[in-house]
Each structure stands twice: as structure tokens, then as C-alpha cells.
Nanobody, 121 residues
Framework: QVQLVESGGGLVQAGGSLRLSCVAA????????MGWYRQAPGNQRELVAAITSGGSTNYADSVKGRFTISRDNAKNAVYLEMNNLKPEDTALYYC???????????????WGQGTQVTVSS
């Protein structure tokens, strides 16, 4: 069994910063891509940022230049540094990872439980 445990959400004023963390735990053979998604009320879940095991990154246009994704492969962790936060960044943020639980097991997507980020104007 694999679990993704997120932390770091909270309430911040516009222009402020937050750092989200996510650690994958359990029966893990390897982790491919890791990323962060978000979902605001009434909206679909959207990709915020993703990072491959080799360190290549991808960002939503709305967060480029403000958010930075990074990972620590030794800790099975992924982080999201969020700067210059805006009210429109308010959402439930989900950690995502593509994980193999065994050498011959297929890759599968796992999700965290979500952590709330609220940005006040």
C-alpha cells in the first residue's frame, strides 16, 4: 500500500509565500513523475507543476515565475514553493505521483488527500 502525505497549506495574504510538502510512503519500488494539482470550488482539477525523476519540470502558465517544484528522490518527497501568491491561487492542492510497487508491477497514479491553500486579498 502506498500513501502520499501532504503538509504546508494554510491561510496567507496576497503577495505572501507558502511551501507545500508531500512524502510518499509504503511499498515503493520506484517513483517516476511527481506533481501538484489544484481544484478550486466549481472548477476542474488542474495541473500546477510536475517534475520527472530526472528533474525536468513543467508548470501551468498561471504559476510560471512564482512557483517552484522540486523533489528529493532519497526521501520520496516533492515540494512546491509558492511565492507572490494571489487570491486566484486559492484551492485544494493535491500531490500526485506515478509509482511502481514492484519491479514487474505496472506504474500507477497515487493521490494525496489534499491540503487547503487560501490567499486573502
Amino acid at each position: 500500500q502506498v500513501q502520499l502525505v501532504e503538509s504546508g497549506g494554510g491561510l496567507v495574504q496576497a503577495g505572501g509565500s507558502l511551501r507545500l510538502s508531500c512524502v510518499a510512503a509504503g511499498s515503493i519500488f520506484s517513483i517516476n513523475a511527481m506533481g501538484w494539482y489544484r481544484q478550486a470550488p466549481g472548477n476542474q482539477r488542474e495541473l500546477v507543476a510536475a517534475i520527472t525523476s530526472g528533474g525536468s519540470t513543467n508548470y501551468a502558465d498561471s504559476v510560471k515565475g512564482r512557483f517552484t517544484i522540486s523533489r528529493d528522490n532519497a526521501k520520496n518527497a516533492v515540494y512546491l514553493e509558492m511565492n507572490n501568491l494571489k487570491p486566484e491561487d486559492t484551492a485544494l492542492y493535491y500531490c500526485n505521483a506515478v509509482i511502481k510497487t514492484g519491479r514487474f508491477s505496472p506504474s500507477r497514479q497515487y493521490w494525496g488527500q489534499g491540503t487547503q491553500v487560501t490567499v486573502s486579498s
